[in-house]
């Protein structure tokens, strides 16, 4: 089984901890590369987690999480230079989220090259999100990973995870964006970003834009309407599940870390997957991402094999 790494942002997600007592929080763990990294040690894979948190009651508590489910901390950094990151979850009446970040500079922007790359192991799947990726020393930080990543060979996964709010300029970010497209294999875009991003409505002309960007496999998430790949001229799609949703904090992060738990498994090269494999890795990572939303929090809701299988069993 292939090893897959994360690097970004660990920080508290503080969601609503009743929805009839507005103000009232309860902290959880947070984080997309953490949440992607902790879906696939769930789930029985192999995963390390490369960043930093704050040399505080916060970090303490968010590396004992990533511990308490198997997920590698050895190249967890914790520092007294700035605080654990903060993020206040809001959540509408079908249980969507919206954040407001409390990083000015948080310990995780400062998380650097040097601080892992001369004894980290990076040469199997490396996955990554724009959300870390500001004019900080973690942004050199991934540029190095994905450096090693290539010379080894291995597979770069990006997460567009656009967070328009953390940008002042957004014509930046949209380029900064398609630099890391161009440097990757695999992109993860949501339904409701890629029209910001490639600036048109139509999916199919937005769809041609990324692939003309050099993308080989597009894995484009719908929400409760289930998710489908686009790789060369073929499409291959799955339904989402109906459950009842509390939260869709992490849902995305949850999809995206069973898809590569599943990839992790495969003896083939990602590009020479059958069809119908990569339709029923679609089909388990729906699940995954479904199941997290019928608790609260992102970490705290990611289900285990064993609820993975049970639930796609009684789907049939």
Known sequence: MKTVSTMGELLIDFVPFDE???GVYEQKPG????????????LGGNATFYGAIGKDVFGDFLIEELQKQNVNTSHIKQTKAAKTGL???????DGNRSFHFYRNPSADML??????????????????????LIDYPIKDAHMAAIDK?????????????????LWENHETYRNLL????????????????????????????????????????LLLTKGKNGACIHWNDQVIEAPGYSVKTVD??????????AFLYQLSRQVEYYLDLPMNKLQDMLRFANAVAALSTTKKGAL???PDLKEVESFLKEQG
């Open 300 to 302: 705290s809701a990611i």
């Open 178 to 217: 398609f630099d890391f497209i161009q440097l990757s294999d695999i992109v993860k875009i949501a339904d409701d970003e890629i029209g910001w991003l490639t600036q048109t409505d139509d999916l199919e002309e937005a769809i041609q834009i990324l692939k003309a960007k050099g993308v080989k496999m």
């Open 248 to 257: 869709t904090t992490g849902a995305g992060d949850a999809f995206l870390g």
């Open 111 to 132: 998380y650097s090259k040097g601080d892992y790359l001369e004894d980290s192991d990076l040469e199997d799947i490396f996955a990554f999100s724009s959300v870390s």
């Open 31 to 42: 984080g997309a590369p953490a949440n992607v990294a902790t879906t696939i040690a769930i």
């Open 20 to 22: 009839t007592k507005p």
């Open 149 to 165: 990543i290539k010379r080894n060979k291995g597979l770069l996964v990006f997460d567009t995870n656009i967070r328009l709010h």
């Open 87 to 93: 993020a206040f979850v809001t959540l509408d009446k």
